[in-house]
């Protein structure tokens, strides 16, 4: 038996989604994108960090694990409420941070 898989994306579809909503979706994730492509600069100047670090320590830096996780994740959302999926009409939040009460959720296991 093989072990789970390390990364878990998760999306639970809403039973009623509004059939025209996805017209104005794209509008409301303007400030989404705006933020995300700051996070992505970001998550990609602290990859080749991390790279260094683990080829420095051997170890993956928890919080730049924690940091690039938390951008997929949002990014997950966003993609889950206005891209992908049009899985959901609940507004994604603005958090890195994980939560419980939204329909999408992406977790990575800390490899030690």
Same mark, same amino acid.
């Given at each position: 038996? /093989? ?12 039973? /009623? ?26 998550? /990609?100047?602290?990859?080749? !960090? ?44 603005? /958090? ?7 329909? !999408? ?8």
């Amino acid at each position: 038996m /093989s072990p789970p898989y390390p990364a878990r994306r998760d999306g639970r579809i809403d039973a /009623s989604i509004n059939r025209w909503f996805w017209l104005v979706k794209w509008a409301l994730l303007i400030p989404h994108f705006l933020c995300l492509v700051g996070l992505w600069i970001e998550m /990609s100047v602290l990859t080749v !960090a991390a790279g260094i670090s683990i080829l420095v320590t051997a170890r993956y830096p928890r919080a730049l694990f924690e940091f690039n996780a938390g951008v997929l994740r949002w990014t997950w959302r966003v993609a889950f409420y206005g891209g992908n999926a049009f899985g959901t009409d609940r507004y994604p939040p603005f /958090s890195l941070k994980s939560d419980p009460t939204y329909r !999408a959720d992406y977790d990575v296991i800390y490899p030690e």
